[in-house]
């Protein structure tokens, strides 16, 4: 190498999430709601209307993160959360009239 050659600086690895520690903590009402939403898919299935696509559209995320959320693999945020209540609630709601 030259003088005249300059190395790029190695970038910095950015910071991982320890395994196993949970990013976002557990409301108190989301054990509850996790049920509810599952028991709502299983039971009352209506693709586009009531599944886990749906779900992810109202809340700003992928399926995947609230297939990982349904599963009990990840939390959701606490904002999440009050949304998918929110969207228990309606679903529970449009299926009681029907």
Do not use: C, F, Y
Request: hydrophobic share 40%; proline share 9%.
């Amino acid at each position: 190498m030259t003088s005249d050659e300059t190395v790029a600086p190695q970038a910095k690895p950015k910071g991982h999430w320890p395994k196993g520690k949970r990013r976002n903590v557990e409301s108190p009402e989301w054990s509850a709601t996790r049920e509810l939403l599952v028991q709502i898919l299983r039971d009352h299935p209506a693709p586009m209307i009531r599944s886990a696509s749906a779900i992810a559209a109202v809340v700003g995320v992928s399926p995947k993160s609230v297939g990982r959320w349904l599963k009990g693999e990840d939390l959701p945020g606490e904002p999440q959360q009050a949304v998918m209540r929110e969207w228990a609630d309606a679903a529970l709601e449009q299926i009681r009239k029907v």
